[in-house]
């Protein structure tokens, strides 16, 4: 099975947000290490999995109950956007 790896420039471009926020807000609070993006060999550079993030943004979007604004945190609290 063959997964599109995206670079943070790509998946930026797919979910319409800024590079800075998801390096920042979205990363290791939303976006998890070794479900939704890894380190090829060990690097620096980040390679996101697109199937996954865009699996867990449906899932999300379509649990929410009617009148929730915000993106639910692994942490339990919630990113206002």
Not at 32 to 44: A, D, K, L, M
Not at 45 to 51: A, F, H, R, S, T
Request: aromatic share 8%.
């Amino acid at each position: 099975m063959t997964s599109e790896l995206l670079t943070t420039d790509e998946l930026s471009t797919r979910i319409k947000y800024d590079v800075r926020t998801i390096r920042e807000r979205l990363k290791d609070s939303v976006l998890i290490e070794g479900v939704h993006y890894f380190r090829p060999f060990g690097g620096r550079k980040i390679l996101y999995v697109w199937e996954t993030i865009e699996r867990d943004m449906k899932s999300v979007s379509q649990t929410r109950p009617v009148g929730m604004t915000g993106i639910p945190m692994a942490n339990g609290g919630m990113l206002h956007a």
